[in-house]
């Protein structure tokens, strides 16, 4: 018995010391190290743009990262920075019959492997929104690594162009039209945003413009104006003053500047818009379909120079009535190029009209293209000056 | 009885909302969007299915107390056809890790580890399921309660983040259609709710039994509550995209964007998911398992751990040949055959058990 337990334990040991072994050979396969990317692996675009090419072929633009941070970046081709410094980006493109295929071209001549996690920007040429924006659309929402958080952009000429910028204050292009976008002076809109508007039940959508800009020597994006899409694909433009107007009534305006003459006075009133709100109440009455577009906005003003004083209540009354008969002028411009010239719902009424009449709604929803020019739209617009800055009347002007 | 564990009705409960929760949240959104339109996140409301499985499954106990469906149905029915009603329903336990599995294969592939074969995303999920469901259900139970917690803050760190950038009007016009868009949403929903019906396994193991069906009753509440939070942020972020993505939850966590450096969070997303499936596997794992050994009348259940195991890895591999045709399974014959086996085969059983109670009583 004795001699039995005797074997007995030392093999258990035996057992127990292989098990361990073979239990700390398998952390060799944790390591991760089988299908490591390390980061000098990866071409990390910041931002992608798609044009058309002469040969109706789809042309991917991409604006990489540059990891490291001296070589020499002329020997690899792309972009010349115009400041002399060191460009930390490089811009590389290849087309293909769709984005997959150029993607796929483009993969070719890279040595490193196409990140996306770091997109920020995708930028369409017009001539290619203008053909189709589905086909990109479709490959930006289901293939799972460009991120729907993404903001979309529609340059005036091809996209390759505005990605070879090299921006003077920012580190690269993708910083500079994302921190344009959100500044909300014009739209900032994403790809889920298009792709919910493109999908909604106005399918129409708006994209902002982005131009480039001569300044001395320096060219520079900026956003100007608003590409107006329709049933996937861009049907027009608005220029900047319109954008405006499409901003108030979609409730989307964060920054304004108005300035104003006042009747029977020389000079002018600024205001800076601190708060506003877009409200629209749907109403059908027979087969009159109307909207009420309610705007209420909160300013300060910022510049006088007339002789008013503005800390008299009757004239801020009647600078009230003027600045919202600008207003009311802007958002009507917007109207009449996106509701009669345009025909495109760009402001979502077919919505309004679903949330507050579902039924009528669902009875006309085929024939929504033919109402929607029809629909009357009331704009009212409510400011409210509530402080005439640090300063009444102006005090250096002498009557 | 083969097992010797003994679990708390709290146990209990949490195993249950983790079996439910994790894939409910990931698939259901989109099906259910397609029927009620912005009124699906009314839909989890409607959890009939859950209430009737989890009091038959309390009455049948209360008849026969110590005893699971399968071995309520060899009483009620006799020897013959209960094992053949038993084998309907193991086999459909079976059937449904491996379509869990099949599922949190097919996501982890082909949301984030492109490259991984499917075969080793799931093997590597079952491997590890075999060693907890070796442990019994009490090794089982106390993992629900180990992630529970991670669950809920990684549930919370989706939310919270995302709530400046939802949109109230998108959930608007409420139930426009009349109540029925929502009823006919939460049609999916009923598949997920069948699954209470695993608290008749659990039952027999449950140390205070008296506190069982407020447990059950406070894991239907939860579920429900977890369904409609996370189907109304889709709704509010998504709008009508919400049924044109497969897996919408994924795309809110995507969206994050906190100060411009909290955002990518959908690492937490599959951190969530792998937890929570994790458990939802284990549980019906064991429940293949234990019945299993208890209809071949076997004196252990441990040792056919591993082979059942390979048999739902396998299982996994051959339902379907592709992502389209696992959604049209779900979407047609697995709905009956899930209904069938969870809500129809126990609500007869009890009500052919609770007339022979009767006669008998007569008598």
Redesign the interface.
């Known amino acids: 018995m004795n001699n039995s337990e005797g074997m007995f334990v030392p093999m258990r040991k035996w057992r127990a010391a292989l098990l361990l072994l073979f239990l700390c050979s398998q952390t060799f396969f944790l390591t991760g190290c089988w299908?490591r990317i390390e980061i000098n692996d990866l071409a990390i675009i910041t931002a992608a743009g798609f044009d058309l090419t002469q040969d109706e072929k789809v042309e991917i633009t991409v604006n990489l990262f540059l990891t490291h941070t001296q070589g020499n970046v002329d020997m690899m081709g792309g972009s010349s920075g115009p400041g002399g410094s060191t460009p930390q980006s490089l811009v590389q493109s290849a087309s293909g019959i769709n984005l997959a295929d150029a993607l796929s071209k483009l993969q070719q001549i890279l040595s490193r492997n196409i990140f996306w996690?770091q997109n920020e920007v995708f930028i369409f040429g017009e001539t290619l929104a203008r053909r189709e924006l589905i086909e990109p659309m479709d490959f930006l929402?289901r293939h799972?690594a460009p991120?729907?958080?993404a903001n979309v952009f529609v340059s005036k000429g091809s996209a390759k162009e505005v990605l070879k910028l090299q921006p003077p204050v920012e580190r690269n292009l993708a910083e500079v039209l994302r921190e344009l976008a959100k500044t909300q002076t014009g739209l900032n809109i994403t790809v889920?945003e298009l792709?919910?508007m493109m999908?909604?039940?106005a399918s129409a959508a708006v994209i902002p413009l982005v131009e480039i800009k001569k300044q001395e020597k320096i060219k520079i994006p900026i956003i100007k104006g608003t590409a107006i899409v329709k049933n996937g694909r861009m049907i027009g433009r608005m220029d900047d003053v319109a954008t405006r107007g499409v901003l108030w009534l979609r409730n989307e305006i964060k920054k304004a500047t108005v300035t104003v003459t006042p009747e029977d006075k020389e000079g002018y009133v600024s205001f800076e818009l601190l708060k506003s709100h877009t409200e629209l109440t749907p109403h059908i009455e027979g087969n009159e379909w109307s909207i009420t577009a309610k705007i209420d906005t909160l300013d300060d003003i910022v510049e006088n120079t007339t002789s008013i004083n503005l800390l008299d209540t009757e004239q801020t009354k009647r600078l009230e009535e003027k600045l919202a008969d600008d207003l009311v002028n802007r958002v009507n411009l917007a109207l009449t190029r996106a509701q009669k010239e345009m025909k495109a719902d760009i402001f979502n009424f077919a919505?309004v009209f679903?949330?507050?009449y579902?039924?009528e709604w669902n009875q006309v929803k085929d024939r929504w293209d033919e109402i929607y020019p029809q629909v009357k739209v009331k704009v009212e617009a409510h400011p409210n000056i509530t402080r005439p800055g640090l300063t009444g009347k102006n005090f250096l002007k002498r009557n | 009885m083969i097992e010797r564990g003994k679990i708390s009705a709290g146990q209990m409960a949490i195993m249950l909302y983790l079996a439910i929760t994790p894939t409910a949240i990931l698939t259901v959104p989109s099906i259910s969007f397609q029927y009620a339109r912005q009124d699906f996140w009314i839909s989890p409301l409607w959890a009939g299915t859950a209430i009737a499985t989890v009091f038959v499954a309390l009455r049948l106990h209360r008849m026969y107390p110590g005893l699971n469906l399968l071995q309520v149905s060899e009483r009620v029915l006799g020897r013959l056809s209960g094992k053949l009603i038993g084998f309907i329903i193991l086999f459909m336990y079976l059937y449904l890790d491996a379509l869990v599995i099949r599922e949190y294969g097919d996501f982890v592939v082909?949301?984030?580890l492109?490259?991984?074969p499917l075969i080793v995303v799931s093997g590597c999920m079952v491997l590890v399921s075999a060693l907890a469901v070796r442990g019994g259900v009490e090794i089982v139970a106390r993992f629900g309660q180990l992630f529970l917690p991670a669950f809920l803050v990684f549930f919370l760190f989706i939310i919270l983040p995302i709530i400046p950038d939802l949109n109230v009007?998108f959930m608007?016009?409420v139930m426009?259609?009349g109540i029925m868009p929502s009823i006919s949403g939460s049609g999916i929903l009923q598949v997920w709710y069948s699954e209470f019906i695993t608290i008749s396994f659990l039952l027999p193991f449950v140390a205070d039994r008296r506190k069982a069906a407020k447990s059950c009753t406070f894991a239907i509440l939860a579920v429900i509550l977890t369904l409609v939070i996370s189907n109304l942020t889709t709704l509010l972020?998504?709008?009508?995209?919400t049924d044109?993505?497969n897996y919408p939850f994924l795309?809110v966590a995507?969206?994050i964007?906190v100060a411009d450096f909290f955002?990518?969070l959908e690492s937490l997303f599959m951190a969530i998911w792998v937890l929570g499936v994790f458990v939802k596997i284990c549980v019906f794992y064991y429940v293949t398992v234990l019945g299993t050994a208890q209809w071949l009348n076997l004196p252990d259940y441990r040792t056919i751990v591993f082979p059942i195991g390979f048999m739902i890895t396998f299982f996994s591999m051959w339902m379907a040949p592709g992502y389209q045709e696992l959604i049209f399974a779900i979407e047609t014959t697995v709905t009956y055959y899930q209904l069938t086996a969870f809500v129809v085969i126990p609500v007869i059983l009890f009500c052919i058990a609770s007339i022979r109670k009767q006669v008998s009583g007569v008598r």
Not at chain 2, 237 to 241: C, F, I, P, Q
């Open positions: 299908n996690g929402t799972p991120r729907e958080r889920k792709a919910q999908a909604g039940k919505d679903y949330r507050k579902p039924k | 082909g949301a984030f492109r490259q991984t009007t608007l016009p426009a259609e972020l998504l709008g009508e995209l044109k993505y795309v995507r969206y964007s955002a990518h």
